[in-house]
């Protein structure tokens, strides 16, 4: 079998306005510290990823390390998701955390997410 890899290319990445708004639509989310993650199951065979941080955040190196930190998280836990789903991690003010610290709220914060949707649509026939 072969290994995953653990790349995270464009069509991975959530850019336009329009998807953001599609996620953000669907109004399933989960709050864990100081992210919000929001979820929508895609057709796709893995998870894309949009980051939303403002200002208030923290300066320019700050937000920057927050958004390295959270891409990174992502691409070495894409694998492990459940199934493809467009996610928005929305982004409140704090100090960086470590790498470990943001991949285990995204983990979390899928379990939960994936429930969620599992219990919406009722069925359990598209996740892995």
Known sequence: MTQPRHTFPRTHRLRSK???AKVFDAKVRDSRGPLTIYALP?????????????????TAPRRNRI???????????????????????????????ILAEYQ???SAAMVKLHSTWIKKVGTTDEHR
């Open 42 to 58: 895609n057709d796709l065979n893995h998870p894309r990823l949009g980051i939303s941080i403002g200002r208030r955040v923290g």
């Open 67 to 97: 958004k390295r930190l959270l891409r990174e998280s992502f691409r070495l836990m894409q694998h492990d998701f459940p199934r493809g789903y467009d996610l928005v991690v929305t982004v409140r003010p704090h100090a960086p955390l």
């Open 18 to 20: 329009l998807d953001f």
């Open 104 to 106: 285990k709220i995204l």
